[in-house]
């Protein structure tokens, strides 16, 4: 397995990482075969988050005994404050049956606002660094969907790793990485296969790990043969050929733009729905085969797709000019139809 350098962290990294959300839908004991598929493989890297339900729970199940010091093992809560961040690292090293996470990150922070009630007085930052000062975590990242707002606070914010998404089709992060490695940060790749909307993941991975800024990618995995046959593409790492980059070209052409970047630019919405969070849901629901998760998710907004009034006061705000009513629309339709 290929290993890279998580930036200044100084954490060596298996270059296919393990993303800790399909194991939601995978039963506990397949969760032990995975991990023990990882080891095999030479995986060394594991991402999950507090908010992926029993994924914790199910990986801290499957690293019991002398399998949790042969993982970095990363994770990550959306508390902004002290209290929650504090009480969300506990929590965190319960699940995952550990007295030590390698990586804790900062999740999902969309705007300098967030931030900076992170970096205040009673911010998470703050819960963060105490838990590293007294051992309970070994680094502090951050995850982010917005590239402007992370180039925004780039130069500035005190994390050693960030966290993105980058695939065949959404590049919008390339010229982030490239400051982002300038700065010796650890760069960490989400959404490989776009939430599920691109098939051949081996190219889409290796279409990733071409790009040398990178760290590690992290796809998703709920069973021992998927990690199998993601790990083929960090042992034998084959460059693309022209015909393959033609190949990409042409999916990236078929995608089109119509989907969401989640870069939040038409946010505010003047009904309070968080535009971008609707399509993430229907990806949960549509592509990750999480129906049941993404659905109570979806209910439990208090603000959903539902409350649209078709006022188009977002859509010029879109830099990718996506037709928003109607993909709110579309994402109401699939919500009814679940
Ligand atoms: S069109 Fe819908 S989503 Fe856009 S601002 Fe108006 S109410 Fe919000
Ligand atoms: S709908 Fe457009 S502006 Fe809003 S988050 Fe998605 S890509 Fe960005």
Sequence with gaps: MIKRRLGKTELTVSSIGFGGIPIQRAQPDQAVAIIDQMIEEGMNFIDTAIGYTVSESYIGNALKGDKRDQFILATKSPAKDYEGMKADIEKSLKALQ?????????????SREQYEQIMGENGA???????????KIGHIGITAHSAEFLMEV?????????????????RQGEKLFER????????????????????????????ILENPNISVVIPGMETPELVKKNAAVGHDFKPLTEAEQAEIEVFKNQMGNQFCRRCGYCLPCIQGIDIPTQFIMEGYLTRYGLGSWAKERYAGQAINASACIKCGVCEPKCPYDLPIRAMLERVQHNFAKG
């Design 98 to 110: 550990t007295d030590y996470i390698d990586l804790y990150q900062c999740h999902l922070v969309k």
């Design 125 to 135: 930052y703050k819960a963060m660094l105490e838990a590293k000062d007294s051992g």
């Design 154 to 170: 780039l130069e500035e914010m005190p994390f050693e790793t960030i966290q993105f998404p980058y695939n065949l089709v959404e």
């Design 180 to 207: 982002a490695k300038a700065l010796d940060l650890g760069i960490i790749i989400m959404k490989p296969m776009a939430g599920g909307a691109i098939e051949n993941g081996s190219l889409s991975l290796r279409f």
